[in-house]
Nanobody, 126 residues
Framework: QVQLVESGGGLVQAGGSLRLSCAAS????????MGWFRQAPGKEREFVAA????????DYADSVKGRFTISRDNAKNTVYLQMNSLKPEDTAVYYC???????????????????WGQGTQVTVSS
C-alpha cells in the first residue's frame, strides 16, 4: 500500500512557474513508476508526465513537452513536477499516481496506475 500526498499547487499568472511535490509513504519507492495527471472542470483526467522507477526514463504529454519536467528523489520518496511557462489551459487539479513495476526499471507507464493522491489545485490566470 502506498499513500501519496501532493503539495505546491496555487494561483499563478500566465508565464509563471510552480513546482508540485508528491511525498510517498511506505518502503520500496524504487518499485514504483510515478506519474502526474490532471483534470480540468468538465473534462476527463489526462496524463501529464511519468517517470520510471529508476528515474532514468520519462514521458510527457505533447501539451506540456518543453515546459514541464518530472523528477524524483528516491532517497526522499518524493516525485516533483516543475511547471514553467504556465498557460491558462494548464488550470486543473493535479494528481500524483504510483504504479507498481519492476524494481529500478526504466519502464514508463502512461496508464493503469494503482495508487492516487488527493490532488492539488493549480490555477493559471491570464
Amino acid at each position: 500500500q502506498v499513500q501519496l500526498v501532493e503539495s505546491g499547487g496555487g494561483l499563478v499568472q500566465a508565464g509563471g512557474s510552480l513546482r508540485l511535490s508528491c511525498a510517498a509513504s511506505g518502503r520500496s519507492f524504487r518499485g514504483y513508476a510515478m506519474g502526474w495527471f490532471r483534470q480540468a472542470p468538465g473534462k476527463e483526467r489526462e496524463f501529464v508526465a511519468a517517470i520510471s522507477s529508476s528515474g532514468g526514463s520519462t514521458d510527457y504529454a505533447d501539451s506540456v513537452k518543453g515546459r514541464f519536467t518530472i523528477s524524483r528523489d528516491n532517497a526522499k520518496n518524493t516525485v516533483y513536477l516543475q511547471m514553467n511557462s504556465l498557460k491558462p489551459e494548464d488550470t486543473a487539479v493535479y494528481y500524483c499516481a504510483a504504479r507498481r513495476v519492476a524494481y529500478n526499471s526504466d519502464f514508463v507507464p502512461s496508464a493503469a496506475y494503482d495508487y492516487w493522491g488527493q490532488g492539488t489545485q493549480v490555477t493559471v490566470s491570464s
